[in-house]
């Protein structure tokens, strides 16, 4: 075995610290989560706590809560990552074109994605308020309709609108990753695409799109783990209602462990959705991304 130098001992020693941070507090609750997954940890008796195995992983794959909270989760996936990709393509390819008031629409772009998840939930829960909502103001306004109307309380739409109040939060951080993408394309070869006749689609399909897949995938990864794992706005505007239609795997997550006080299948919840939040990531890395 070669002997460390000075300065690989000296570089050992600068980066010590830094892993035993890491160590303390990144490895050691992951591993600590896990080992709670394997008993049956009920914080109202907290001195027992049995190894269960995986009896926690058992009930949880054979609760019909979690293939409901499953389902809503992959809509609310699906849903909040496809919409959020196809705005921040259009608002990227906008904001690519020199037209005055660039920098001012480049600036408030940022302005959403900086707000808060807090406020951000706040602030939708108000719009689509029955009483005195933004939303149903707006559309008796129009004469869409004629009485206020629900919205978080109606079960076919609540994802939906829960799916719009995100989009709007973090569409624009997608858009300027793509942007900065896009920068990076040469001129030249939209340059020689015009003198071959490609027009404005033919350039955007055959020379912005294949060197957009980068920031794509990056955008694609992004935000599958932020939407599959999101939280903060089920809790401020639905809590998993009305009945079950917002009952996502985070909420589920929530109720488990801090309702239930049911640690050990909390655990084992929280370990499942990040197995598939990685086997997802994966899956685009290694598939999508020859193909984008």
């Known amino acids: 075995m070669p002997r460390l130098g000075y300065d690989e001992r000296a570089a050992a020693l600068l980066v010590f610290p830094v892993v035993a941070v890491l160590l303390v507090v990144a490895a050691f609750p992951i591993l600590y989560s896990f080992w709670v997954s394997l008993h049956d940890v009920v914080l109202t008796r907290p001195l027992r706590r049995p190894f269960v195995g995986l ?23 699906v849903v909040t990552v496809a919409a959020t990709t196809v705005l921040a393509v259009l608002v990227a390819l906008l904001l690519n074109e020199a037209f005055p008031g660039q ?46 109307r629900a919205w978080l309380g109606d079960p076919d739409l609540t994802l939906l609108l829960i799916a719009n109040a995100a989009v709007w939060k973090q569409m624009p951080l ?15 070869l939209y340059r020689a695409a015009k003198v071959d006749g490609a027009g404005a689609f033919r350039r955007f399909l055959h020379v912005t799109l294949p060197a957009l897949r980068p920031g794509l995938m990056l955008v694609l990864v992004y935000e599958t783990m932020i939407s599959i794992r999101h939280f903060d706005l089920f809790l401020i ?56």
């Open 55 to 77: 009896d926690n992983y058992l009930r949880v794959f054979a609760d019909e809560r979690f293939w409901i909270a499953v389902a809503r989760t992959t809509v609310y996936t």
């Open 237 to 292: 505007m639905t809590q998993g209602g009305p009945g079950d239609a917002s009952f996502t795997l985070s909420w589920f997550i929530y109720v488990e462990t801090f309702r239930s006080l049911r640690f050990g299948t909390g655990a084992a919840l929280s370990y499942i959705l990040a197995m598939a939040t990685f086997l997802l990531s994966y899956l685009f890395i290694r598939f999508l991304g020859r193909r984008l």
């Open 174 to 188: 997608a858009a300027l990753l793509l942007i900065v993408t896009m920068k990076a394309i040469p001129e030249d």
């Open 103 to 148: 920098r001012l629409l480049n600036a408030l772009l940022l302005l959403p994605w900086a707000t808060p998840s807090v406020v951000n939930g706040l602030m939708w829960k108000w719009i689509y308020d029955p009483s005195y909502g933004l939303l149903n103001g707006l559309l008796v306004q129009l004469g869409v309709l004629e009485r206020y």
